[in-house]
């Protein structure tokens, strides 16, 4: 069946009490569901946030993931791995893991990541 949905996040800034749509993204997740979480930010004033879904027609478990950076006025893309297999998000107090599934090995790998001030930082 379809899906009538549409993936967005939108990122908005306040002023004087009023909010304002400053930038928006969703066709990183076209055919995919969408969950967010937040991420502790290195940056004072930047906001970062991590994107997820699972694909709504593909015969498995295949996941997308991205990580956003908001300062207020420019939502940036600042990591798109590929597409991963049968992925397991685990969020950490600095960052985040997410074990999945390499197909060439039939075997799952962990890849540990780290939020610093110069970006996200692979760590495992």
Same mark, same amino acid.
């Given at each position: 069946?379809?899906?009538?949905?549409?993936?967005?996040? &939108? &990122?908005?800034?306040?002023?004087?009490?009023?909010?304002?749509?400053?930038?928006?993204?969703?066709?990183?997740?076209?055919?995919?569901?969408?969950?967010?979480?937040?991420? &502790?930010?290195?940056?004072?004033? @930047?906001?970062?946030?991590?994107?997820?879904?699972? $694909?709504?027609?593909?015969?498995?478990?295949?996941?997308?993931?991205?990580?956003?950076?908001?300062?207020?006025?420019?939502?940036?893309?600042?990591?798109?791995?590929?597409?991963? %297999?049968?992925?397991? %998000?685990?969020?950490?107090?600095?960052?985040? $893991?997410?074990?999945?599934?390499?197909?060439?090995?039939?075997?799952?790998?962990?890849?540990?990541?780290?939020?610093? &001030?110069?970006?996200?930082?692979? @760590?495992?």
């Amino acid at each position: 069946p379809p899906h009538f949905d549409a993936p967005t996040i &939108a &990122a908005f800034s306040e002023a004087g009490g009023q909010f304002t749509q400053m930038a928006s993204v969703g066709e990183h997740f076209d055919g995919y569901g969408l969950f967010t979480r937040d991420i &502790a930010s290195p940056v004072r004033g @930047v906001l970062w946030v991590l994107a997820g879904g699972r $694909a709504h027609t593909f015969n498995g478990a295949k996941f997308r993931f991205r990580l956003y950076t908001f300062d207020g006025a420019t939502l940036d893309t600042i990591w798109a791995p590929d597409d991963m %297999l049968s992925a397991k %998000l685990e969020m950490l107090a600095d960052g985040f $893991a997410i074990t999945h599934l390499v197909r060439e090995d039939r075997s799952f790998t962990t890849e540990q990541y780290k939020a610093t &001030a110069n970006g996200l930082v692979r @760590v495992r």
